[in-house]
Every structure is written in C-alpha cells, then in structure tokens.
C-alpha cells in the first residue's frame, strides 16, 4: 500500500489564488522530503529539499518565496504554490526516503495535478 | 487496493542483457512509465507505454500487455553506468501516480 500520500490530488484554482499542496508518510518519519514537478511524458524535475526543522533548499532557478516550503513535523511537508498562475500548472509530486537497513528507499507520493485557469 | 510489484535487486554484466518486469493491479489505467534514478538524483524518464507492446529507444525497450496487468523493461548493452534504480508507476483511472517500490540494478564488470 501507499506510504506517502499527497492532497489534495487535484486542484484548480484561478490565478493570482495560492494552492497549498501536503505531503505526508504514513507510517514512518521523513526529516527530509523532496519536491518535484513533472511536465507531460517529461523526468520529474527536483523543486526542492524540505528539512524537518530548518530552511528548505531550493534548486537552481526555483522561486522560494512563489514556492513555500513548510515541512511542519517528521511526517509532514507542504508546499504552498503563491499567485499561481496558468504556467504553473503542473503535476506536483513529493517523495521521502525510507531508511531500511543500511540503504534509504525513496517513496512517492501520487501526485497533485494544478491547474491555474 | 492498488499494487506494483517490481523485482527489489537485480545483478548482471556488462555488455549483456537484463530484464526488468514489472506486474501491477490498479483502479483502471492510463499509462505506464519506466524512470531510471541514480542515486541522489531525481527520476529521469525513460519511456511511456499506453498501447499494448513494445516501444524500443536506443538501448532500452518497454514492453506492455494490458490484459495481463505486466510491463517489462529492456537493457541492451549494459554499460555501467545503466547501474540505478529503475522506477515502474502506473497511471491510474483518476490520474493519479502508482508507484513500485524500484529495483536496483547492479552491473559488474
């Protein structure tokens, strides 16, 4: 079964509104939760690094302050996507390791489709 | 409830072959991909197959048989840096991702 879910699993909202997106393990503790948004048949692209506790880190040309990052407690993370606009519709997904052993497993969450009209 | 099974580990040699299947049982279906992930790296695609059979890129072939719920992955060639996790997610009839759990490929010289 899922270990990480995500709502809403959809959203449209007009623009210039803010969407929050949460992302929660189910049944283990995340300190970290990545980010990643994902274009039609494209490679998810990473967002960004949420941190349990501390600052979220950001990759290169992501907007932090259009792209809130909270990751409240060790099972949830959210992303708050501010003044959304048309070109910000995307698929969300968010994913968090697992560590098992000596090796962390990555799961992921279903997704979040936006959609800004 | 909805499930995608995919071998955990899988190990083989350079220059040779490797096939990694994937079966699923999902609340209807609207696709399924391949990703290939390096470690500390985000998933990058590898292929989308919608339609049953075989779609070939390269290297790599994705195979698809609807009616029997399975999908397989094809490396040719195997060069070491193939050595990843490989990702099997499904589509499902609300558009929302399924994910395996991944297998991990290990390629030895």
């Known amino acids: 079964g899922a270990v990480v879910s995500q709502h809403p699993s959809w959203v449209i909202c007009k623009s210039g509104t803010s969407v929050k997106i949460e992302c929660r393990s189910l049944d283990f503790q995340a300190t970290t939760m990545f980010w990643y948004r994902q274009f039609p048949k494209q490679s998810l692209m990473l967002m960004a690094t949420s941190n349990e506790g501390s600052k979220a880190t950001y990759e290169q040309g992501v907007e932090k302050d259009k792209f809130l990052i909270n990751h409240a407690s060790l099972t949830l993370s959210t992303l708050t996507v501010t003044s959304a606009h048309p070109e910000d519709s995307s698929f969300y997904i968010c994913?968090?390791?697992?560590?098992?052993?000596?090796?962390?497993?990555?799961?992921f969450g279903p997704g979040t489709r936006l959609t800004v009209l | 409830g909805q499930n995608i099974d995919q071998p955990t580990e899988m190990t083989a040699t350079e220059g040779a072959i490797v096939q990694i299947n994937c079966t699923y049982q999902t609340s209807g279906f609207n696709g399924l991909f391949w990703y290939q992930q390096h470690a500390g790296e985000a998933p990058t695609f590898l292929s989308y197959?919608?339609l049953d059979g075989l779609e070939e890129k390269g290297r790599f072939s994705s195979f698809l048989s609807r009616s029997k719920g399975y999908s397989y992955l094809l490396l040719k060639e195997l060069q070491m840096k193939d050595s990843a996790s490989y990702l099997c997610a499904v589509l499902d009839s609300n558009y929302q991702l399924i994910w395996g759990a991944g297998t991990k490929l290990i390629i030895k010289p």
């Open positions: 197959n919608v």
């Open positions: 994913s968090a390791p697992r560590l098992a052993g000596e090796a962390d497993t990555q799961y």
